[in-house]
């Protein structure tokens, strides 16, 4: 996307919007991402998983039971059953007490986020991560890529030109989108430091680093290493002032925050 190394006018930082402005309104929830685009995120992160009946949706754990009225694992559950629950309720509290009246809690399907970013009237990039596609052998990539083409996202000119990009902590996962759409952009996830990329060799099908805060906090090297083999580095989940500073000083491409309208604020864009 629009936030790739330019050494002559670098970039400013991109701010996405961790599952919407999550810290605010309900995650993963339409009222998250509209009061993200609002806040003005440049993108947007979601987590997907896929339903019994094949559908993608934007939710983080394996069950629904922390961020819906409901129970169970998302991959037991049909969209159906799903739409028929209440996503906000759980985010209640004294200062916004009535998350389940409101519209826009319902379970969020990736198509209506697709559709969301589509109609926002300015350009916003969509960060989609992979859960559990180990488990579903491939069907995860395959639904999201027939996805992706059906809002012609799936073979950018190139992928600097591309405003979705895929994250997984599933070097797998990254390595069968990269098969199937090798113009669309990855991103692999690290909590940890790896052995294996170390000395910053991602593995195959990864183009992107996307770090921990906690791993870029204890080895700031080793982002200067990711940027010197020539990757751009996404860091999460960045919500206090000093590690937004930190990154800053790193040079990083793109900071995923629960909380874009004060990131944005320190960063002096609001
Ligand atoms: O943006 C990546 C980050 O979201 C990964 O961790 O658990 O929040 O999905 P998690
Ligand atoms: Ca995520």
């Known amino acids: 996307g629009r936030c790739h190394h330019d050494a002559v006018t670098p970039h400013p930082i991109q701010v996405v919007a961790h599952r919407g402005a999550s810290e605010d309104a309900p995650e993963h929830t339409l009222a998250a991402y509209v009061r993200a685009i609002e806040d003005g995120a440049d993108a947007l992160e979601c987590d997907v998983r896929l339903t019994a009946d094949g559908h993608l949706v934007c939710v983080h ?11 169970g694992a ?20 004294e200062e916004s007490p009535d ?38 052998a491939g069907q995860v ?7 992706l083409k059906r ?5 950018p000119a190139a992928p600097a030109e591309s405003p979705v990009r895929i994250m997984s902590f599933s070097s797998r996962s990254l390595q069968r ?34 770090p921990g805060i906690r791993l870029v906090r204890n080895h700031p090297a080793f982002i200067e290493r990711l940027h010197a083999a020539g990757h751009q580095v996404h860091v999460w989940t960045v919500n206090e002032p000093e590690d937004v500073d930190l990154c800053v000083g790193l040079g990083v491409e793109a900071i995923i925050t629960n909380r874009p309208r004060q990131v944005l604020a320190q960063l002096g864009r609001r």
């Not at 754990?61 to 129970?71: A, E, K, P, Q, W």
């Not at 991959?75 to 209640?92: I, P, R």
């Open 61 to 71: 754990d394996r069950r629904i039971n922390r961020t819906s009225n409901g129970r």
């Open 74 to 93: 998302v991959s037991a559950l049909e969209l159906s059953e799903l739409a028929a629950l209440d996503f906000g309720s759980w985010k209640d509290s």
């Open 99 to 136: 998350w389940g009246d409101r519209e826009f809690t319902s379970v969020l399907t990736l198509e209506r986020l697709l559709e969301l970013v589509a109609d926002a009237g300015r350009p916003i990039e969509l960060a989609i991560e992979t859960k559990h596609p180990t488990r579903w």
């Open 141 to 147: 990539e395959e639904r999201l890529l027939q996805l």
């Open 151 to 155: 809002f012609g996202l799936d073979a």
């Open 177 to 210: 989108i990269a098969a199937a759409a090798p113009t669309v952009p990855t991103v692999y996830l690290m909590q940890f430091l790896q052995l294996r990329v170390r000395d910053a060799r991602l593995p195959a099908g990864a183009r992107i680093a996307g």
